[in-house]
């Protein structure tokens, strides 16, 4: 019953999808460049027009921090985690008049809000979306953007950053907290969620 339970956190938290040809690729706002670097994959190999990074910065922090993964590479003085995202995408071959903008949100449902704004002013209508973010966020991505776009069939596509995974997630304490972190937090916003 144990071992249950956990395979249903995990099956709930992970999300995973075989992506298909679409209107847009999101990239929720982060500190990852590996997220924008599968959205730039997906985007060569011809799956969708145009990419969406979001993001401001944290609202815990006030500011964007550090990267927090491959320094070296994506080295730079970034004010938002848009700019960020955006430097590693044109770093991994998208063309700048491919990447939209939206640099305020600085939490995932404002995320999921702003970028709605944005491409309701572009007129984009996004019946079909990838969805790039970290393996374990996945869920709580995946619920914020289809209660901003209820029309649209999402595809997530996950990376995982830090060694945390639907198969070991349990194993550690670094990955215990990261998944019961974000069941807390589906729980705790839930409100945002309501009409």
Known sequence: MYEQFLNQIGDFVFVSDVPEKSDIIFVPGNRYPQMAENAARLFLDGYAPYILPSGKYSVKKGKFSEIASKEEVYRGDFKTEWDFLKSVLLKNGVPEHVIL???????????????????????????????????????????YYEKLYPETEFFVCPSCVDGITKENWNQTKEGIEAVTGEITRIINQFSLMVP
């Not at 809000?113 to 374990?136: E, F, N, P, W």
């Open 101 to 143: 903008q939206e640099d305020q949100a600085t939490f995932t449902y404002e995320n999921a809000v702003y970028s709605r704004q944005v491409t309701d002013k572009m007129g984009i209508a996004v019946k079909k979306a990838i969805l790039c973010c970290k393996t374990h966020h996945a869920r709580r991505c995946k619920m």
